[in-house]
């Protein structure tokens, strides 16, 4: 046999086997690869709460990996190649005038410098206390002493790109012990999740600091005997008091955080608690005095495991706890659907009961309400005022549109409150006792009230013709004569309104009461924010940047920033402006009000609200792909039936909604 014929024999055999160990060697190297993409920063939440899933020795690693791939500031544009499956958020990116260009970012740096001007104090006057008190340049520990200031601002210090502050920020950090109180207070379980865990989390997702983790989860397992009750409601106190009375928003407001820990931890047991609490607040009825599907009401005794007072409110006690309902949707990104269908149920609930409208004008008015009595209160306070954001927000998601409208009514109510007051800013709580508002109606919103009493009378009246009509006015108009209510006895009515007062339709009898504290609150800027994100309407940033302007002129001291006591003061020759402020300054101001300002002036795609869900503290995670699977290893369960609500005979209500 000659070599030539040989070779021609055995040549294919010897290609193919040649090409079988090059396949051989590739699927190797990708199954390799593939098993260690799990360190990835974008990969699957289904892995963080497996029950066989393990605590990361190296954490950090799943941030540092992927940062080599990216421009240094991406981290701000979310989980790299994410892509919801829930509808789009915000507007599509438009081109920037260089004009407009110039005015944000000018807008943007002054925002930058008041941070930078509060951290200052802070850092020289009350480092690693919880708070630094503006004006007296002293210390408050309320929070447990663990730094609630210093802890609350990371994420806004990465926001804004101070990094060397953030790495000081961070050393000091290190140093707190979560296992013992400043002056061994009692601590306030709700606060220190929204505020110490939320914002040691959010730091950890923008910085990959391995320390931040550690001492979230040491913060976690400090916090896990306050759930130790009857059906895994948290104690409001924890430490030296603890009762069993608690508020719904502090039952409702542990799942981002709880959520996001078990998935970098890869200890379910967070996830878990936070997944009963939704199944047992949706599960409650009429035995647990749950009144009206969807309106919780605020107080709660943790140990019966029932709500012990019958108002429902979106404002104090009650609103982060509705605005988690949509956000754990989010953070799931729409893979569980209880949590969507407990906001659609608390949303309608609000809009038939609580929300009020003033004929001829665009303002709504979002009351607490007496579930039993089915009565409202006329007040409404600053805290409601990140309804706006969260109701545009559900809009786009679900394609509700007339809650985007509700959405820009309410917000425009809210900035009215700054408007109408002497100092620009809002009060803590307002009273609209004098205005004749109505119940929210679609077919009857910014109308006037001529106009809705006319279509009223049409309605029951079909063949009535234009002399009947004209009637009917006017016996109307007399009934208002004789049925004007004035403000209760001792209500603390302003004199002195702004000129905003007589440029607002219906607001002729209106005379501002409550509280005039203004609190450094940042519900306003926050739905300005959220708003101007879905909408590009610049009057959001306008609006801003007088709430802005107003806070330099009339809260700013040489350490930092201070509330002040009257929103109404006037500053004379014998009375400065000082002499109007609290020497207090929440550890909010820096997390939430100035990062919302922040990001009102920023880009579009600088923590866009497609690829991040803020915590009630403003605190931002990232939202990241969920599977089923993910779901299921949370031991989510479906709810138990519920009891089957009476409606009372004022339920039925026309469509044409009577007037107050």
Same mark, same amino acid.
């Given at each position: 046999?000659?070599?030539?014929?040989?070779?021609?024999?055995?040549? /294919?055999?010897?290609?193919?086997? =040649?090409?079988?160990?090059?396949?051989?060697?590739?699927?190797?190297?990708?199954?390799?690869?593939?098993?260690?993409?799990?360190?990835?920063?974008?990969?699957?939440?289904?892995?963080?709460?497996?029950?066989?899933?393990?605590?990361?020795?190296?954490?950090?690693?799943?941030?540092?990996?992927?940062?080599?791939?990216?421009?240094?500031? &991406?981290?701000?544009?979310?989980?790299?190649?994410?892509?919801?499956?829930?509808?789009?958020?915000?507007?599509?990116?438009?081109?920037?005038?260089?004009?407009?260009?110039?005015?944000?970012?000018?807008?943007?740096?002054?925002?930058?410098?008041?941070?930078?001007?509060?951290?200052?104090?802070?850092?020289?006057?009350?480092?690693?206390?919880?708070?630094?008190?503006?004006?007296? #340049?002293?210390?408050?520990?309320?929070?447990?002493?663990?730094?609630?200031?210093?802890?609350?601002?990371?994420?806004?210090?990465?926001?804004?790109?101070?990094?060397?502050?953030?790495?000081?920020?961070?050393?000091?950090?290190?140093?707190?012990? @979560?296992?013992?109180?400043?002056?061994?207070?009692?601590?306030?379980?709700?606060?220190? /999740?929204?505020?110490?865990?939320?914002?040691?989390?959010?730091?950890?997702?923008?910085?990959?600091?391995?320390?931040?983790?550690?001492?979230?989860?040491?913060?976690?397992?400090?916090? *896990?005997?306050?759930?130790?009750?009857?059906?895994?409601?948290?104690?409001?106190?924890? +430490?030296?008091?603890?009762?069993?009375?608690?508020?719904? !928003?502090?039952?409702?407001?542990?799942?981002?955080?709880?959520?996001?820990?078990?998935?970098?931890?890869?200890?379910?047991?967070?996830?878990?608690?936070?997944?009963?609490?939704?199944? +047992?607040?949706?599960? *409650?009825?009429?035995?647990?005095?749950?009144?009206?599907?969807?309106?919780?009401?605020?107080?709660?005794?943790?140990?019966?495991?029932?709500?012990? #007072?019958?108002?429902?409110?979106?404002?104090?006690?009650?609103?982060? !706890?509705?605005?988690?309902?949509?956000?754990? +949707?989010?953070?799931?990104?729409?893979?569980?659907?209880?949590?969507?269908?407990?906001?659609?149920?608390?949303?309608?609930?609000?809009?038939? @009961?609580?929300?009020?409208?003033?004929?001829?004008?665009?303002?709504?008015?979002?009351?607490?309400?007496? &579930?039993?009595?089915?009565?409202?209160?006329?007040?409404?306070?600053?805290?409601? %005022?990140?309804?706006?954001?969260?109701?545009?927000?559900?809009?786009?998601?679900?394609?509700?549109?007339?809650?985007?409208?509700?959405?820009?009514?309410?917000?425009?109510? %809210?900035?009215?409150? +700054?408007?109408?007051?002497?100092?620009?800013?809002?009060?803590?709580?307002?009273?609209?006792?004098?205005?004749?508002?109505?119940?929210?109606?679609?077919?009857?919103?910014?109308?006037?009230?001529?106009? /809705?009493?006319?279509?009223?009378?049409?309605?029951?009246?079909?063949?009535?013709?234009?002399?009947?009509?004209?009637?009917?006015?006017?016996?109307?108009?007399?009934?208002?004569?004789?049925?004007?209510?004035?403000?209760?006895?001792?209500?603390?009515?302003?004199?002195?309104?702004?000129?905003? $007062?007589?440029?607002?339709?219906?607001?002729?009898?209106?005379?501002?009461?409550?509280?005039?504290?203004?609190?450094?609150?940042?519900?306003?800027?926050?739905?300005?924010?959220?708003? @101007?994100?879905?909408?590009?309407?610049?009057?959001?940033?306008?609006?801003?940047?007088? /709430?802005?302007?107003?806070?330099?002129? @009339?809260?700013?001291?040489?350490? !930092?920033?201070?509330?002040?006591?009257?929103?109404?003061?006037?500053?004379?020759?014998?009375?400065? =402006?000082?002499?109007?402020?609290?020497?207090?300054?929440?550890?909010?101001?820096?997390?939430?009000?100035?990062?919302?300002?922040?990001?009102?002036?920023?880009?579009?795609?600088?923590?866009?609200?497609?690829?991040?869900?803020? #915590?009630?503290?403003?605190?931002?995670?990232?939202?990241?792909?969920?599977?089923?699977?993910?779901?299921?290893?949370?031991?989510?369960? !479906?709810?138990?039936?519920?009891?089957?609500?009476?409606?009372?005979?004022?339920?039925?209500?026309?469509?044409?909604?009577? $007037?107050?």
């Amino acid at each position: 046999m000659s070599w030539p014929k040989v070779r021609q024999r055995w040549r /294919i055999p010897i290609l193919l086997a =040649v090409v079988v160990l090059v396949v051989l060697q590739y699927l190797a190297l990708s199954i390799h690869e593939s098993s260690n993409s799990g360190s990835q920063l974008n990969h699957d939440l289904g892995d963080a709460y497996d029950q066989d899933a393990r605590v990361s020795s190296k954490p950090s690693e799943k941030v540092e990996e992927e940062e080599i791939e990216r421009k240094p500031h &991406t981290v701000l544009q979310g989980v790299k190649g994410f892509n919801a499956r829930l509808p789009k958020i915000q507007r599509p990116q438009v081109d920037e005038s260089p004009e407009a260009k110039v005015v944000r970012e000018y807008r943007q740096q002054a925002v930058k410098n008041a941070f930078n001007h509060t951290w200052t104090g802070y850092r020289k006057y009350a480092f690693k206390h919880d708070e630094v008190k503006p004006n007296t #340049n002293g210390t408050v520990d309320g929070f447990g002493g663990w730094g609630a200031t210093l802890v609350d601002s990371l994420s806004t210090m990465l926001v804004m790109g101070f990094q060397d502050e953030f790495n000081e920020a961070v050393q000091a950090i290190e140093g707190i012990n @979560y296992n013992r109180t400043a002056n061994s207070v009692p601590i306030s379980v709700f606060e220190t /999740i929204i505020r110490h865990l939320g914002g040691l989390l959010s730091a950890y997702e923008l910085s990959g600091h391995e320390i931040l983790l550690t001492k979230a989860e040491e913060l976690g397992q400090v916090l *896990m005997p306050a759930f130790d009750t009857p059906y895994d409601l948290p104690h409001h106190w924890w +430490y030296l008091e603890r009762d069993n009375f608690s508020l719904i !928003a502090e039952v409702g407001t542990v799942q981002l955080e709880f959520m996001t820990l078990s998935h970098y931890t890869g200890d379910p047991q967070y996830a878990r608690k936070a997944q009963r609490i939704t199944d +047992y607040v949706e599960s *409650m009825g009429i035995e647990q005095n749950m009144h009206i599907p969807g309106l919780y009401p605020t107080t709660m005794d943790v140990g019966r495991g029932e709500f012990t #007072n019958s108002i429902s409110s979106f404002g104090g006690a009650g609103d982060s !706890a509705f605005e988690y309902f949509l956000k754990q +949707y989010l953070l799931v990104d729409g893979t569980v659907p209880q949590y969507k269908r407990m906001y659609i149920e608390s949303m309608e609930g609000m809009r038939r @009961y609580l929300l009020r409208q003033l004929p001829q004008s665009d303002l709504l008015y979002l009351t607490p309400y007496n &579930t039993v009595s089915r009565t409202p209160e006329f007040v409404m306070d600053h805290l409601s %005022c990140f309804v706006p954001g969260m109701l545009a927000i559900g809009a786009k998601l679900f394609d509700r549109e007339e809650d985007l409208l509700i959405a820009k009514g309410l917000l425009e109510t %809210c900035v009215f409150m +700054y408007q109408s007051s002497a100092t620009g800013l809002c009060p803590e709580r307002w009273t609209y006792y004098e205005l004749k508002t109505e119940v929210f109606n679609g077919k009857t919103y910014n109308k006037s009230l001529k106009e /809705i009493r006319r279509d009223r009378f049409v309605l029951f009246h079909p063949h009535a013709d234009e002399a009947q009509i004209a009637a009917n006015e006017e016996q109307e108009a007399a009934r208002d004569q004789i049925h004007h209510t004035p403000p209760p006895s001792g209500q603390n009515v302003t004199e002195d309104m702004a000129t905003a $007062v007589g440029k607002r339709p219906g607001m002729s009898n209106f005379r501002r009461g409550g509280d005039l504290m203004y609190l450094l609150r940042p519900e306003t800027v926050e739905s300005l924010y959220v708003l @101007y994100r879905i909408t590009g309407d610049p009057k959001y940033q306008d609006y801003g940047w007088k /709430i802005f302007e107003a806070i330099e002129k @009339y809260c700013k001291t040489p350490t !930092a920033y201070s509330s002040i006591r009257s929103v109404d003061f006037v500053p004379t020759e014998e009375v400065g =402006v000082e002499d109007n402020q609290n020497d207090s300054m929440e550890s909010f101001f820096m997390a939430e009000t100035l990062k919302y300002l922040y990001l009102l002036f920023s880009e579009d795609d600088v923590i866009s609200l497609d690829k991040f869900v803020f #915590n009630t503290e403003a605190h931002p995670l990232m939202r990241r792909p969920w599977t089923s699977d993910s779901a299921a290893s949370i031991d989510y369960v !479906a709810p138990v039936q519920q009891t089957v609500f009476s409606a009372s005979p004022s339920d039925d209500s026309d469509d044409i909604a009577d $007037v107050k």
